[in-house]
């Protein structure tokens, strides 16, 4: 039974994050949170994503939620790879604009 609750493979939703700008999207930043390395920069692809972290939705689904993200400038995105049949990108976590959308969202004003 405890294979099956290995806590390597869980994701931490925060409530406020998930209030702010929704369940989804919320769930998608997790995951790149996750994998994201020490300057908060992960490399990856949309279908690897959802291969290896959110199982239960399409490629197109989390490629809406990715998009999502950086629209909120929550995420920024860059093309790590020239090669057009390489879908690869390099996603960094910009937690300053996190933390200003939970601060309208949540209490209605911006943190200094």
């Known amino acids: 039974m405890n294979d099956i609750l290995d ?19 919320a769930i998608v930043f997790a995951a790149l949170e996750h994998l994201a390395d020490d300057q908060h920069m992960v ?8 291969d290896e972290v959110i ?6 689904t989390v490629r809406e939620h990715l998009k999502k993200l950086e629209e909120m400038d929550i995420i920024r995105s860059f093309v790590s790879n020239e090669d057009s049949f390489d879908m690869t990108k390099t996603y960094q976590i910009n ?4 933390q200003i959308m939970v601060d309208v969202q949540l209490k209605g004003k911006v943190s200094k």
């Open 95 to 98: 937690y300053p604009a996190l």
């Open 55 to 60: 199982l239960v939705w399409s490629v197109g």
């Open 43 to 50: 490399t990856i692809s949309a279908q690897k994503l959802r």
């Open 7 to 25: 806590d390597s493979a869980v994701l931490y939703i925060y409530p406020s994050v998930a209030k702010a700008i929704g369940l989804r999207p």
